[in-house]
C-alpha cells in the first residue's frame, strides 16, 4: 500500500535540512540555534604583550552559559575554537607573534544553544615594552626620551605620568618620543598605550620607571677621634654625609687629595646604603698636617656634584722629624769651636737647638728658628763636654741628634 504524505509534514522536513546548515565549530558541537540567542556585540580587540584580549557585551544575558572563541588566519579563514569562558573578556596568549589574526565569539545558553558567531575583529600579538633614557635608572633632566619597541607600528601613541591617561592626548607614533617629567626629584613612572591602525589598541599600558634628581648636598663633614693629634700608624675615620646613596664620597686634607669614602657597611662605615659614606685613615710615614680643614666633595649617582663642604673641626697629624747630623771642630783657633749639621726638611719645622748634655734641653745653647741655618760658634767650650741638637716641629714633637765632644 503506497504511503501519503502530507504537505505539512514535508515543510517541516525542509526545515530542518536548512537548520542542519548552522553548526559549532568545534569539537564539542551544541544543539541547533533558535533565532532569540543573543549574538555577542561591541566586540574589541586589545593588544597586550605577546597577548590580545577580546571583549564584548550582550543585550540579553538572562540565559548565558559561557561564550565560545573562536580564531582564523585570515577574515574569511575557517574559525577554529581557541577558547571559552564565562567572562565577558578573554586573554589569549601564545599567538603567532607579528602576525594577524581574526576573532569571533558565540554564545552558549544553559540549554546547550549556541548563536551566531559576533562581528569579525582583528588584531597583531606582539612584543611590547617602553625603556625610558635607554633604560637608565637616573636623570639629571627634566626632558628625556622613551623609546618604544613594538613589533608592529602603530598610529597614534599617549604618554602620561597617570595611569588613567587624564592628562594625555593622542598623538603620531614615533618609536622615540620626547616626554617632559614632572618637577620635584623622585622616582617617575611613565605610561605609555598605542593604537593601531585596524582601530585595536593596547590593553594594559606600558610602563617604565626613572629616578629625576637634579642636586646633591652634602649636609656634614666629620672625622673621630678630632682632639687628639695623630702619629704615624694611628688611624682616624672620616665621614660625609650626603643624605642619598649611591654616589661618590671623598675627603681632601693638606698634601692628601681626594680620599675614598664608601657607604657599604664597612672599613669604618656603621650602616650600608644609608647615605653616610665612610673610611678609615691611617697615617703613613711622610704626612703632616696642622690644624687643618678637611674637605668632603660628593657626586650623586645622577652625575650631580655637590658643593664641597668643610669639616667644622681641624686635623692635626704629626710625624716626630728626622734627626739630623752633628759635627764639631775648631775655629780660627783652639779656644773657639764650630757646630755644623745637616739640613732638616721638616714642612713644619720650628728649629734647632743645641744643648749640652750636662745641662739638659731646657738651657739650649742655641736656638734657631731658620732651617736654612746649620752653623754654630761657641768660645772656650768646657773640655770634654758632649753636645747634641735637637729639631723641633711645630707639633712639640723632637729628635736629637748623634752626640759629638768638644775638642
Not at 595611569?163 to 617629567?181: N, P, Q
Not at 606600558?206 to 652634602?218: G, K, N, R
Not at 642619598?244 to 650602616?271: M, N, P
Not at 673610611?279 to 704626612?287: L, N
Request: net charge negative; glycine share 6%.
Amino acid at each position: 500500500m503506497m504511503t501519503k504524505f502530507i504537505p505539512g509534514t514535508v515543510l517541516m522536513i525542509l526545515a530542518l535540512l536548512v537548520a542542519c546548515d548552522r553548526y559549532l565549530d568545534s569539537n564539542d558541537p551544541v544543539r541547533s540555534l533558535p533565532a532569540d540567542v543573543s549574538i555577542p556585540i561591541n566586540m574589541e580587540a586589545v593588544i597586550d604583550d605577546a597577548s590580545v584580549t577580546l571583549r564584548w557585551e550582550l543585550t540579553d544575558s538572562s540565559d548565558v552559559a559561557q561564550f565560545r572563541v573562536y580564531v582564523a588566519d585570515n577574515e574569511n579563514g575557517e574559525f577554529v575554537l581557541r577558547d571559552s569562558t564565562s567572562s565577558y573578556s578573554v586573554t589569549l596568549d601564545n599567538l603567532l607573534l607579528n602576525q594577524q589574526h581574526y576573532f569571533r565569539v558565540t554564545t552558549v545558553t544553559t540549554a546547550g544553544l549556541e548563536s551566531s558567531p559576533s562581528e569579525i575583529v582583528s588584531a597583531t600579538a606582539v612584543h611590547l615594552s617602553i625603556s625610558i633614557n635607554n633604560d637608565s635608572e637616573y636623570t639629571r633632566q627634566r626632558d628625556v626620551q622613551v623609546q618604544i619597541y613594538t613589533g608592529v607600528a602603530a598610529l597614534y601613541v599617549e604618554l602620561s605620568e597617570q595611569a588613567d591617561f587624564s592628562d594625555a592626548v593622542w598623538e603620531r607614533f614615533g618609536v622615540t618620543k620626547s616626554f617632559e617629567l614632572s618637577e620635584d626629584d623622585g622616582v617617575k613612572t611613565v605610561y605609555v598605550r598605542m593604537q593601531y591602525a585596524d582601530g585595536s589598541e593596547t590593553g594594559a599600558s606600558l610602563s617604565d620607571d626613572i629616578t629625576l634628581d637634579t642636586y646633591a648636598e652634602i649636609t656634614s663633614v666629620t672625622f673621630w677621634p678630632q682632639s687628639d693629634t695623630l702619629k704615624v700608624g694611628q688611624t682616624t675615620t672620616f665621614r660625609v654625609d650626603a643624605g642619598e646613596t649611591g654616589g661618590e664620597a671623598s675627603v681632601s686634607f693638606e698634601s692628601v687629595r681626594d680620599f675614598e669614602l664608601h657607604d657599604d657597611g664597612a672599613d669604618g662605615d656603621v650602616i650600608a646604603d644609608d647615605g653616610v659614606y665612610s673610611g678609615t685613615y691611617t697615617v703613613p710615614h711622610g704626612v703632616n698636617a696642622l690644624d687643618a680643614i678637611v674637605t668632603g666633595s660628593f657626586t650623586d649617582a645622577a652625575g650631580n656634584r655637590a658643593e664641597d663642604l668643610v669639616s667644622e673641626s681641624l686635623l692635626n697629624i704629626n710625624m716626630p722629624p728626622d734627626a739630623v747630623t752633628l759635627a764639631v771642630s775648631f775655629g780660627v783657633d783652639t779656644s773657639t769651636v764650630v757646630f755644623t749639621w745637616t739640613t732638616s726638611s721638616e714642612t713644619d719645622f720650628e728649629s734647632y737647638r743645641l744643648i749640652n748634655e750636662a745641662t739638659g734641653i731646657d738651657e739650649p745653647l742655641m736656638i734657631a728658628t731658620s732651617s736654612s741655618t746649620n752653623r754654630f760658634e761657641m768660645s772656650n767650650p768646657p773640655i770634654d763636654s758632649k753636645y747634641i741638637i735637637f729639631v723641633f716641629d711645630l707639633h712639640g714633637d723632637s729628635a736629637a741628634s748623634n752626640t759629638v765632644t768638644a775638642p
